[in-house]
């Protein structure tokens, strides 16, 4: 079964300062994988996805994920982080056999002044 | 572009009680998702259909919870008798299809008390 692990559950970031969120994934074939961003009482919006091809995903709001097969990792990236940029980040793997996505538990972004 | 609506917004019932949720997906998405979203946990796939026939189900706990997409547009996630442990926030979400983005609503928090 395809599992996520996202093992930092709480990071703070100065603003202006990079950022990298870590995830994790467990799938026996090639996996799809998302970033979707959470914000307080809202749904999730899609950062961005790997389905094939360049391991180096560009996404919305400036942020960018690196396939790393070897590693079976999806980490999120932003060079400067902006104070709206405090949410909730999840990521999610997602296969062609249940077509549904399973999310890692959330890692939460806190931006200081 | 409307997105993905879901009502009520909020929900507080007595246990033993039920309660039920409404969803509109997108225009035009054949496929439609349920998750539970537990408060500090990621977001669960309770059920998913493709028009209104169901291709996962196997995360639903059947004695208490029902979905149906008549028509293959709304659908109605319902569930008889809440528990406490019901408490959560019930995401629904829509995609084209298989592997296309999914789009989530802003979701229905239920209380269980």
């Known amino acids: 079964a395809q599992s996520v692990t996202q093992p930092d559950i709480h990071i703070t970031v100065s603003e202006g300062a990079s950022l990298e969120l870590r995830c994790n994934y467990s799938y026996g074939a090639t996996p799809y994988l998302f970033w979707y961003v959470q914000s307080p009482g809202q749904g999730l919006q899609l950062l961005l996805k790997?389905?094939?091809?360049?391991?180096l995903v560009q996404g919305i709001k400036g942020f960018e994920a690196e396939f790393k097969r070897s590693q079976s990792s999806f980490n999120l990236r932003k060079p400067s982080v902006h104070w709206s940029d405090a949410a909730e980040y999840f990521c999610?793997?997602?296969?062609?056999?249940?077509?549904?996505?399973?999310f890692g538990s959330g890692t939460r972004l806190q931006v200081q002044p | 572009e409307a997105g993905v609506a879901q009502s009520p917004r909020y929900k507080i019932i007595e246990k033993r009680q039920s309660v039920a949720f409404w969803c509109n997906p997108i225009s035009g998405h054949a496929t439609l998702y349920w998750y539970q979203q537990i408060l500090g946990q990621g977001p669960k796939l309770l059920i998913q259909?493709?028009?209104?026939?169901?291709?996962?189900d196997s995360q639903l706990p059947k004695d208490r919870f029902s979905a149906e997409r008549l028509k293959g547009v709304d659908s109605t996630l319902k569930i008889q008798p809440a528990k406490l442990e019901d408490s959560a926030v019930y995401l629904c979400a829509s995609s084209l299809g298989q592997l296309d983005t999914i789009y989530f609503g802003e979701g229905s928090w239920l209380t269980v008390v």
């Open positions: 999610a793997v997602g296969d062609t056999g249940r077509r549904a996505l399973t």
């Open positions: 790997y389905f094939s091809g360049d391991t």
């Open positions: 259909f493709q028009n209104n026939g169901v291709v996962d």
